[in-house]
């Protein structure tokens, strides 16, 4: 798919089919202003229809609107297959969130993007189409750019779908196409701890973020089975690995359950484990999914374990909740076209 190329690439592409090499100038901008290939009006239409194969098909297929001003963006790909994308607006700029498989395969039993498994991998382009189709829809486009901030937290595993997520990457800081900053990227793992290693080797300064969740591997493994295969201890040595290696601080996630991880002896048993560490701990009450029969805490008791770990030493605050009201907010995303969307 065009859309998984870089510009060199599409150019080269042009020359296979004994095009001039401006016409992959001219393909590249138009996947990265999201036109559909009938929106092209510079390439003559026997041209158009030697690449109506290749040319992206993604498409914003509804939309939908939360009371704070989030917006989900069901997007459908050419096999109609759909994944779900949200929009966040801050002070600082606007942030998407992308999903980077169609389902997950991880079976964490809090979350609903693994409700139905994992049915397949998107490629580097249909990730990137998410983020060019929210431009687009913000009223930008390749030379005015509306999406500042990118964070790999969606439906999937990104880790599970390396060397598609690591292109789409390159894709997305290259001077050539959006030029985000690697700094305004964050990337989440429930801890695939090779991949960990091999991410710190790509040379990409992107915000490691390590979905944790329990202060221990026995109360961990209730809730996420990739803690069958490695321990915190693994999983933390990566993240030190990668530290190092970037000199970026490490962000931790840890969504509270009422009952399983919220006590004063968790928080206690969070701050041994990662006290000395450079990282920030982002606290999440957990976030309702009907499916799952977990509760979340409160907010008021969500601050309170907060408190507690800033007493202990570590960096922590509370992630605002956005989106909830139309299940777009952190553990709701699924690969499923709601009733009401719009």
């Given at each position: 798919?065009?859309?998984?190329?870089?510009?060199?690439?599409?150019?080269?592409?042009?020359?296979?089919?004994?095009?001039?090499?401006?016409?992959?100038?001219?393909?590249?901008?138009?996947?990265?202003?999201?036109?559909?290939?009938?929106?092209?009006?510079?390439?003559?239409?026997?041209?158009?229809?030697?690449?109506?194969g290749d040319y992206p098909k993604a498409h914003i297929a509804k939309k939908l609107?939360?009371?704070d001003g989030t917006k989900k963006y069901i997007i459908e790909f050419a096999d109609g297959e759909i994944v779900e994308s949200v929009l966040m607006k801050y002070k600082y700029g606007n942030t998407i969130c992308v999903s980077t498989q169609v389902g997950c395969r991880m079976g964490c039993k809090f979350c609903a993007s693994g409700l139905h498994g994992l049915k397949r991998n998107l490629t580097s382009g249909e990730i990137l189409s998410q983020v060019l189709l929210v431009n687009r829809d913000l009223g930008g486009g390749l030379k005015e750019r509306q999406i500042t901030n990118i964070v790999l937290?969606?439906?999937?595993?990104?880790?599970?779908n390396y060397d598609n997520v690591v292109k789409f990457l390159r894709l997305i800081t290259s001077a050539d196409g959006l030029n985000i900053s690697e700094r305004n990227i964050s990337l989440s793992t429930c801890g695939l701890v090779p991949e960990i290693y091999k991410l710190a080797d790509e040379g990409l300064n992107?915000?490691?973020?390590i979905s944790l969740h329990a202060p221990n591997d026995k109360l961990r493994q209730k809730t996420m089975p990739i803690a069958n295969r490695y321990s915190i201890d693994e999983i933390l040595k990566a993240c030190k690995n990668y530290i190092d290696?970037?000199?970026r601080r490490v962000a931790i996630e840890y969504t509270l359950i009422k009952g399983v991880n919220d006590s004063k002896a968790s928080a206690s048993e969070l701050i041994s484990?990662?006290?000395?560490m450079l990282c920030h701990v982002n606290i999440i009450p957990l976030n309702y999914v009907k499916e799952r029969g977990l509760k979340g805490t409160t907010r008021a008791e969500a601050y309170q374990f907060v408190e507690l770990l800033e007493k202990g030493?570590?960096?922590?605050?509370?992630?605002?909740?956005?989106?909830?009201?139309?299940?777009?907010?952190?553990g709701q995303l699924r690969n499923e076209i709601l009733a009401g969307a719009k």
């Open positions: 798919m065009l859309s998984d190329f870089t510009l060199t690439e599409l150019r080269n592409f042009a020359v296979e089919k004994g095009l001039p090499t401006f016409r992959g100038n001219q393909i590249f901008d138009a996947i990265y202003n999201g036109k559909s290939l009938n929106e092209i009006t510079n390439i003559p239409k026997n041209i158009l229809e030697k690449i109506e609107e939360s009371k937290m969606g439906s999937g595993e990104p880790l599970d992107i915000t490691l973020t290696k970037t000199k484990l990662l006290k000395g030493g570590l960096s922590a605050t509370v992630r605002r909740t956005m989106g909830e009201d139309i299940a777009g907010a952190c």
